[in-house]
């Protein structure tokens, strides 16, 4: 879905370092979300905000830290990459006003730390 | 809070036949039934939902069913396809809070 992008799509780190990671929409979407996925734990939630004052921690947040600059734009830091936040990892979106809370999924961005 | 088991992890059906992947939730608060499917190295996508005032739904070959009383649904795939290979996320929401996905199905046809 190309309303939704994020930024980088690949990136390779070392230990110890600070990344962020970039989502934008364009869909005017109110909610947006951050999933990690590993193979075979199918995703896991890390934090979401259901608009720009509200900010909720997921279920593996710990490590994580979020900042939601514009209803558009939610990023995503690693404040000191470790190797098993080696992870593939989706923004997505959904509709507060829509029939059901459809998520929209971002083309993910593969996060290597060394 | 809610909880949504997936079954089976893994399914392998042969091509022309059908599949069927199975969820239970545990709020029955939940009023909204997604399913997505990921091929590989590409995003999960929405293929089908049915909200609660629903029993089942269809489009082409897929179907959902749900059990309210139970607290399950169900995918169902009919007359399998080599593209049908992929992923399968179920997931619950009551549209007040967060959604919860199930671990996923990883579903091979096979020729």
């Known amino acids: 879905d190309a309303d939704v992008t994020q930024t980088p799509r690949n990136r390779i780190t070392k230990t110890g370092k600070r990344i962020m990671l970039e989502c934008s929409q364009t869909?005017?979407?109110?909610?947006m979300y951050w999933y990690r996925q590993d193979p075979g734990l199918g995703l896991r939630l890390i934090y979401y905000s259901f608009d720009v004052k509200d900010i909720n921690k997921g279920e593996i947040s710990d490590g994580y830290s979020v900042s939601r600059q514009a209803q558009a734009k939610f990023s995503l830091s690693l404040e000191s990459a470790i190797p098993n936040q080696t992870a593939l990892y989706f923004c997505?979106?959904?509709?507060?006003?829509?029939?059901?809370?459809?998520?929209?999924f971002g083309p993910g961005t593969r996060l290597t730390v060394l | 809070g809610e909880n949504v088991e997936q079954h089976p992890s893994t399914l392998s059906v042969q091509e022309g036949d059908s599949a069927v992947i199975k969820c239970t939730y545990s709020d029955s608060a939940s009023n909204y039934f997604p399913w997505y499917k990921q091929e590989l190295g590409k995003r999960p996508q929405l293929i089908i939902d049915i909200r609660s005032n629903v029993g089942e739904k269809k489009d082409q070959r897929i179907a959902v069913t749900l059990n309210k009383t139970a607290k399950h649904f169900s995918l169902h795939i009919t007359e399998t396809q080599p593209e049908d290979s992929a992923v399968y996320f179920c997931a619950a929401s009551r549209g007040d809070d967060k959604i919860i996905f199930g671990k996923g199905t990883r579903l091979h046809i096979l020729p």
């Open positions: 869909k005017g979407h109110d909610r």
């Open positions: 997505a979106t959904s509709d507060a006003d829509g029939p059901g809370d459809t998520q929209y």
